[in-house]
């Protein structure tokens, strides 16, 4: 997985948020704040709502890395860089969480995770990631003779209602050369996609690891 898949409007608009928040600010300390039944509802509301979110990898949970620790990123909206080629037209039409995760060297890690409406269209999704990433994986280089890619399956786990693990090797004729490994997950109604990579072929890939990642990951969703 090639590393590189890795004004004065402003201030009106600036001016604009800062107007927009006095007034909004002014608006708010002129109503009574919540008390008593009331406060507590409001508490318990957001405290189910947070609780509901589904759980990311710790640092510590990727794949260990010989000279280097891991470090991760908070938590954002959205599709990562790194899968926007095989996988955003899969996940464009729901709403996508993920976290990033890089050493001091060449290894960078990622974990999007998606909630949908209910298992059957959970399960459906997982179903087009996999499919999707492989076809991904084994036509990227087509066309193109300076660019040669190779797939591996690498099996399901039985975690939850299952994970599955890709991985594919990409190397160019100027000499360059990545593996990633990359897994579906399931946990109900949540899905979770896991991706590693740095450079090298299929030999530098932690398979075993990844797999132990990848287990972590979808049984710490909920």
């Given at each position: 997985?090639?590393?590189?898949?890795?004004?004065?409007?402003?201030?009106?608009?600036a001016?604009?948020?800062?107007?927009?928040?006095?007034?909004?600010?002014?608006?708010?300390?002129?109503?009574?704040?919540?008390?008593?039944?009331?406060?507590?509802?409001?508490?318990?509301?957001?405290?189910?709502?947070t609780?509901?979110?589904?759980?990311?990898?710790?640092?510590?949970?990727?794949?260990?890395?010989?000279?280097?620790a891991?470090?991760?990123?908070?938590?954002?909206d959205g599709?990562?860089?790194?899968?926007?080629?095989?996988?955003?037209?899969?996940?464009?039409?729901?709403?996508?969480?993920?976290r990033?995760?890089?050493?001091?060297?060449?290894?960078?890690?990622?974990?999007?995770?998606?909630?949908?409406?209910?298992?059957?269209?959970?399960?459906?999704?997982?179903?087009?990631?996999?499919?999707?990433?492989r076809?991904?994986?084994?036509?990227?280089?087509?066309g193109?003779?300076?660019?040669?890619t190779?797939?591996?399956?690498?099996?399901?786990l039985?975690v939850?209602?299952?994970?599955?693990?890709?991985?594919?090797q990409?190397?160019?004729?100027?000499?360059s050369?990545?593996?990633?490994?990359?897994?579906?997950?399931?946990?109900?109604?949540?899905?979770?996609?896991?991706?590693?990579?740095?450079?090298?072929?299929f030999?530098?890939?932690?398979?075993?690891?990844?797999?132990?990642?990848?287990?972590?990951?979808?049984?710490?969703?909920?």
């Open positions: 997985m090639p590393k590189h898949m890795r004004s004065s409007a402003l201030t009106v608009l001016l604009t948020a800062a107007t927009l928040g006095t007034t909004l600010g002014v608006q708010a300390h002129a109503e009574a704040a919540p008390t008593g039944a009331k406060k507590t509802a409001v508490v318990k509301t957001v405290a189910a709502k609780a509901a979110y589904p759980r990311f990898l710790a640092a510590s949970e990727l794949p260990p890395h010989p000279t280097s891991w470090t991760a990123d908070k938590v954002k599709v990562p860089e790194s899968l926007t080629s095989c996988l955003h037209n899969t996940l464009l039409a729901y709403d996508v969480r993920y990033e995760f890089r050493t001091d060297l060449e290894t960078s890690a990622r974990q999007v995770t998606v909630v949908v409406g209910n298992d059957t269209k959970a399960a459906a999704l997982a179903k087009g990631l996999n499919r999707d990433f076809a991904c994986a084994l036509n990227a280089g087509e193109d003779p300076d660019i040669d190779r797939y591996r399956d690498y099996g399901t039985p939850e209602e299952g994970a599955h693990v890709h991985g594919v990409t190397s160019t004729s100027w000499g050369m990545d593996i990633g490994l990359v897994s579906v997950g399931r946990d109900g109604r949540t899905v979770t996609v896991v991706d590693w990579g740095q450079m090298g072929d030999d530098d890939a932690p398979v075993k690891a990844f797999k132990k990642t990848t287990t972590t990951a979808v049984n710490k969703l909920h």
